[in-house]
């Protein structure tokens, strides 16, 4: 069975769309596979930061 994807309408700014594009094709990604990419590692790096939140004897923790 294939993975279910959602859908959603994403308004952005003509200038910030092309960057998208531009950046995409760099990494041979469309540009949706690119914005999940970009997503996917902002959230990686949010769980890495709340974690060494939580932990202080954890290296990096503040």
């Known amino acids: ?3 279910e994807r ?5 308004r952005i700014d003509p200038e910030l769309w092309s960057e998208l594009e531009a ?3 760099e990494e041979l990604r469309s540009v949706n ?3 999940e990419y970009v997503l996917r ?10 974690a060494a939140a939580e932990d ?3 290296p ?3």
């Open 60 to 62: 990096g923790a503040k």
């Open 41 to 50: 590692q902002a959230i990686q790096k949010r769980k890495k930061a709340a």
């Open 1 to 3: 069975m294939a993975e």
């Open 6 to 10: 959602k859908a959603f309408l994403l």
């Open 56 to 58: 202080p004897a954890r």
């Open 33 to 35: 596979g690119q914005v």
């Open 23 to 25: 950046w995409a094709a």
